[in-house]
């Protein structure tokens, strides 16, 4: 595990003090991190940055370890002003050393930082395509007997250990601590149910700056997770993000189909991919970039 010293190096380990620095960092990029956003990722992982002698913010990186051997990195920011300084491989490589050798990282790669996550070992296993709709308003999915069999209702307390389990099926690997904070932060957290109550596909929708999130969203099959996201988005009359799994293609052509456009098409990089988990196709809409 690294030890940062800051004396040393300017690298430091971000607490909550530092919210108002990573927001205008975040700023200086055009991203939108906000202010719950970045609470939520310190209450679940570790953030670096580099510190200029009057203590401005000049980059950032986060990792964040999920249960089993599987971590993801984000916010990888460095200041339109201090690039070009050696700064991304810095933070990388004390993101990298956090965790065990033997932990699967993941991220998804801009097209600026490709070519140094390349260099540090990370290869593309998959894409992710992002979406976005001025607004999001679809006809309600079609009633028929197959969606007869299921029911979209409000989570209850009752219902989180089973979306942990079918959260770690989708994923490859168990991130209770995330999903806790994660439906903290969310709006609206919602459940599919089938006839005999068992939970089959879960959502959240997070407010942010700009567009309302919808995911991550996780369900047994595309009509599920349609419905997921009707519901979440029911009442919304604001601009919607979701990041789609590249494999999802009758979800794509849902989305197109209802007002989405399709922003980019990102790739997902992984370092120690020989122990990068499986997953079971039930993962329609991941929670945002950052977390995988």
């Known amino acids: 595990m690294i030890k940062v010293n800051s004396v ?6 971000l607490t909550i003090s530092d919210i108002p620095g990573l927001i205008a960092l975040s700023d200086s990029v055009g991203w939108d991190y906000d202010e719950a956003e970045i609470h939520t990722i310190l209450s679940i992982g570790t953030v670096f940055g580099h510190k200029d002698a009057s203590g401005t913010l000049l980059s950032c990186a986060a990792i964040i370890p999920y249960d089993d051997k599987l971590a993801s990195i984000g916010m990888v920011i460095v200041h339109p002003l201090s690039q070009g300084k050696g700064y991304g491989r810095q933070l990388m490589k004390a993101c990298m050393a956090s965790v065990s050798t033997d932990t699967t990282i ?16 990370f290869q593309t296993v998959d894409r992710i395509r992002k979406f976005i709709a001025e607004r999001f308003v679809p006809k309600a999915p079609p009633q028929n007997e197959a969606n007869d069999e299921f029911a979209i209702v409000s989570m209850e307390l009752d219902d989180f250990s089973s979306m942990v389990e079918l959260d ?4 490859g690997s168990k991130r209770s601590h995330f999903l806790e904070k994660r439906m903290k932060q969310a709006s609206t957290c919602l459940v599919a149910k089938n006839r005999s109550g068992k939970v089959i596909g879960y959502g959240f929708a997070v407010q942010g700056p700009v567009n309302l999130i919808a995911g991550p969203i996780v369900a047994e099959n595309a009509v599920i997770a349609e ?12 601009r919607v993000r979701i990041d789609v799994p590249d494999e999802q293609a009758a979800f794509h052509a849902y989305l197109e189909q209802n007002g989405f456009t399709q922003v980019s098409h990102p790739p997902v990089m992984v370092a120690n991919a020989s122990n990068l988990p499986r997953r079971n196709g039930t993962y329609w809409a991941i929670g945002a970039q950052i977390y995988g």
């Open 227 to 238: 419905h997921i996201l009707y519901k979440l988005t029911q009442y919304h009359t604001g």
């Open 168 to 171: 770690k099926a989708a994923l």
């Open 8 to 13: 040393d190096s300017g690298l430091h380990s």
């Open 106 to 121: 993941m991220l998804i790669a801009t097209p600026e930082g490709e070519p140094m996550y390349k260099n540090l070992g």
